[in-house]
Antibody, heavy 117, light 111 residues
Framework: EVQLVESGGGLVQPGGSLRLSCAAS????????MHWVRQAPGKGLEYVSG????????YYGNPVKGRFTISRDNSKNTLYLQMGSLRAEDMAVYYC???????????WGQGTMVTVS | QSVVTQPPSVSGAPGQRVTISCTGS?????????VHWYQQLPGTAPKLLIY???DRPSGVPDRFSGSKSGTSASLAITGLQAEDEADYYC???????????FGGGTKLTVL
């Protein structure tokens, strides 16, 4: 079964740091670009960050540029999001998602909640 | 403020047809980038519903259809069912921002 499982969310103080992980299984992880999308409580989906299949290219939404760093370990089939200088507005459920060749997110994890307080 | 705009809410009675619009600009939908649609049921992760403007992933009923024209796209749902009540999001790519973008989302209420 194709699956993405996020972990690492939790409660962090403003200005703090947190690292999220996304474990992939059931597909050839190293051949797909992977991304993070977040959803604040009661709000819509917001693009956070993405990384190419080999890790050579990274992408960031304006709200997180300079504070978040995306990375991946293809030997461990795992995607990461290092979050720093966290703010109240970063509080959200963070989803990892697989990007298809059509630029659609076809597989999503169940999400991990990040609370900044 | 999303660069791709959707109506906040739509509603329809069971069996009816509803459409959800997704309006962008010349840097995203109008630039030729594909539009994709997601369904998010309460308390769950988004699910890909329509990709590449008009295509349905395996398992998605043909009651759901997508279209695109110019700087806009639409999702149509026919034969509305109670289980269709959810939030729907469109998504594309924006060349000015150089990132993938989502519409603000539309809450569908089945009356």
């Amino acid at each position: 079964e194709v699956q993405l499982v996020e972990s690492g969310g939790g409660l962090v103080q403003p200005g703090g740091s947190l690292r999220l992980s996304c474990a992939a299984s059931g597909f050839t992880f190293r051949t797909y670009a992977m991304h993070w999308v977040r959803q604040a409580p009661g709000k819509g989906l917001e693009y956070v960050s993405g990384i190419s299949s080999n890790g050579g290219s990274t992408y960031y939404g304006n709200p997180v540029k300079g504070r978040f760093t995306i990375s991946r370990d293809n030997s461990k089939n795992t995607l990461y999001l290092q979050m720093g200088s966290l703010r109240a507005e970063d509080m959200a459920v963070y989803y990892c998602a697989r990007l298809t060749s059509d630029d659609a997110f076809d597989i999503w994890g169940q999400g991990t909640m990040v609370t900044v307080s | 403020q999303s660069v791709v705009t959707q109506p906040p809410s739509v509603s329809g009675a069971p069996g009816q047809r509803v459409t959800i619009s997704c309006t962008g600009s010349s840097s995203n939908i109008g630039a030729g980038y594909d539009v994709h649609w997601y369904q998010q049921l309460p308390g769950t992760a988004p699910k890909l519903l329509i990709y590449a403007n008009t295509d349905r992933p395996s398992g998605v009923p043909d009651r759901f259809s997508g279209s695109k024209s110019g700087t806009s796209a639409s999702l149509a749902i026919t034969g509305l069912q109670a289980e269709d009540e959810a939030d729907y999001y469109c998504q594309s790519y924006d060349s000015s921002l150089s990132v993938w973008v989502f519409g603000g989302g539309t809450k569908l209420t089945v009356l």
